[in-house]
């Protein structure tokens, strides 16, 4: 079965700008989970949505928000994008989320300049 | 201090030795996984333990609840297994990441 896809694979925007990234999950999973991942900070969780609903949150400000359609994909979006938020992003999907096999997309390597 | 520690932070092998990377935690967990990651970003699920020892091929990984720690075992290391190998354990409503073990396996 078809894995884990993120669009675009790569993106260049500048500071100020909002960006949307897209993940669609394995047929079948409706919890999808979206990462961060710099070298100073490794990787770390933004948040993660089941049937439509944002079940959790991790520890990152406002500017950061999802959201997940009725078929399961899901997009996030960074408003006012800082230098900082240069990363890759990566989703995940499962049956259930955290007590399941994760799947993960290849991310979306965003650079802000 | 960070909640999931792992060790060592990067490590050399020669094909065919026997490798433990090692994980410890500070937090209740429901689960732990090992995730593989090769350069150019893509993840991979390697294991899902809450309880026990699993095998997959040359791959084993155990965690012992009572004592917060991990670890996962490569047999027969292959240059191929050369990737960065993170922990990552669920916590309540987060997952919480290791910082990886960069691994790099000679011919």
Redesign the interface.
């Known amino acids: 079965k078809a894995g884990v896809t993120q669009t675009p694979r790569y993106l260049i925007k500048t500071r100020g700008q909002q960006v949307t990234l897209s993940c669609s999950p394995i047929s079948g999973h409706r919890s999808v989970s979206w990462y961060q991942q710099t070298p100073g900070q490794g990787l770390q969780f933004l948040f993660e949505y089941f049937s439509e609903t944002q079940r959790n949150k991790g520890n990152f400000p406002g500017r950061f928000s999802g959201r997940q359609f009725s078929n399961s994909r899901s997009e996030m979006n960074v408003s006012t994008l800082e230098l900082g938020d240069s990363a890759l992003y990566l989703c995940a999907s499962n049956l259930e989320w955290g007590n399941t096999e994760a799947f993960f997309g290849q991310g979306t390597r965003l650079t802000v300049v | 201090k960070n909640e999931v520690e792992q060790s060592p932070q990067n490590l050399t092998a020669q094909e065919g030795e026997f490798i433990t990377i090692n994980c410890s935690y500070s937090v209740g967990i429901?689960?732990l996984?090992w995730?593989q990651q090769h350069p150019?970003?893509?993840?991979?699920?390697l294991f899902?333990l809450?309880s026990g020892k699993k095998k997959h091929g040359r791959l084993i990984a155990t965690i012992n609840i009572q004592e917060k720690h991990s670890s996962l075992h490569i047999t027969a290391s292959h240059p191929r297994d050369s990737a960065v190998y993170?922990c990552?354990v669920?916590n309540t409503?987060?997952?919480?990441?290791?910082?990886?073990t960069r691994l790099q396996v000679f011919p």
């Not at chain 2, 150019?40 to 699920?45: A, F, L, P, R, T």
């Open positions: 429901s689960a996984h995730l150019g970003g893509g993840i991979v699920s899902m809450s993170i990552a669920h409503d987060k997952l919480i990441f290791g910082t990886g």
